[in-house]
């Protein structure tokens, strides 16, 4: 889990080093290559406040992040384009159902919290939830396409399958009633997730140590 407080402090518990290099750098687990063998079995909690002149924001903890993997892990990483299986996240058909939030003016300080298979996203960008989807629900990267900007308000809510939320979906908390993942994007959010081969950006670790104890 990663919180991050209206005060800047930022923490984990548990992350593997694939799992800290994902959420730094936007990308899915199946995304990062060549690491060690400990980066996907060691844990670690990771416990730091940003600066006062940041603001508490998603982005600016993950730079935050990608600094403290440099200095505690040695990290040295570099990016390639590689062909992979990715789901493309486009505009559907009948447009855009989700509304343009008034509370900021580029999503910077938005929350989209996934509390089973609902996320209620206020002032968040579309970026942010094809990566919330990739890391927490999907099997593959999400890229997205929309060409959308900006912070949006919306309520999503759907039918979790089992290969969902990294093979649990069948125990994940849900209404009956709702639709698929595939259908609810398109009926609450007017987007569309479309399985098919792609380039997808990998970050390749070239360099990493473990950290010593605090």
Same mark, same amino acid.
């Given at each position: 889990?990663? %919180?991050?407080? !209206?005060?800047?402090?930022?923490?984990?518990?548990?992350?593997?080093?694939?799992?800290?290099?994902?959420?730094?750098?936007?990308?899915?687990?199946?995304?990062?290559?060549?690491?060690? @063998?400990?980066?996907?079995?060691?844990? =670690?909690?990771?416990?730091?406040?940003?600066? #006062?002149?940041?603001?508490?924001? /998603?982005?600016?903890?993950?730079?935050?992040?990608?600094?403290?993997? #440099?200095?505690?892990?040695?990290?040295?990483?570099?990016?390639?384009?590689?062909?992979?299986?990715? =789901?493309?996240?486009?505009?559907?058909?009948?447009?855009?159902?989700?509304? /343009?939030?008034?509370?900021?003016?580029?999503? #910077?300080?938005?929350?989209?919290?996934?509390?089973?298979?609902?996320?209620?996203?206020?002032?968040?960008?579309?970026?942010?939830?094809?990566?919330?989807?990739? @890391?927490?629900?999907?099997?593959?990267? *999400?890229?997205?396409?929309?060409?959308?900007?900006?912070?949006?308000?919306?309520?999503?809510?759907?039918?979790?399958?089992?290969?969902?939320?990294?093979?649990?979906?069948?125990? *994940?908390?849900?209404?009956?009633?709702? !639709?698929?993942?595939?259908?609810?994007?398109?009926?609450?959010?007017?987007?569309?997730?479309?399985?098919?081969?792609?380039?997808?950006?990998?970050?390749? *670790?070239?360099?990493? %140590?473990?950290?010593?104890?605090?």
């Amino acid at each position: 889990m990663v %919180d991050l407080t !209206p005060g800047g402090i930022f923490s984990t518990k548990g992350f593997t080093l694939n799992d800290l290099i994902g959420f730094a750098y936007d990308v899915d687990n199946r995304q990062i290559v060549d690491g060690p @063998k400990w980066s996907d079995s060691d844990r =670690y909690d990771v416990l730091g406040k940003m600066e #006062a002149t940041s603001s508490p924001s /998603p982005d600016n903890a993950k730079r935050m992040l990608q600094t403290l993997l #440099a200095e505690r892990f040695q990290l040295k990483i570099h990016r390639e384009p590689r062909d992979m299986p990715v =789901y493309v996240m486009t505009v559907a058909k009948n447009g855009v159902k989700m509304k /343009p939030s008034t509370q900021g003016d580029d999503g #910077a300080g938005g929350s989209m919290p996934i509390q089973g298979a609902k996320i209620p996203g206020r002032d968040t960008t579309v970026q942010f939830l094809a990566t919330g989807l990739q @890391k927490l629900v999907l099997d593959r990267p *999400v890229l997205d396409e929309t060409g959308l900007t900006g912070g949006f308000d919306f309520i999503l809510s759907w039918r979790p399958d089992p290969s969902q939320f990294h093979g649990m979906g069948d125990k *994940v908390k849900s209404d009956p009633n709702d !639709p698929d993942l595939f259908t609810a994007m398109q009926e609450q959010l007017g987007l569309k997730l479309t399985a098919q081969k792609g380039v997808a950006p990998v970050i390749v *670790v070239d360099h990493a %140590d473990k950290p010593s104890d605090n």
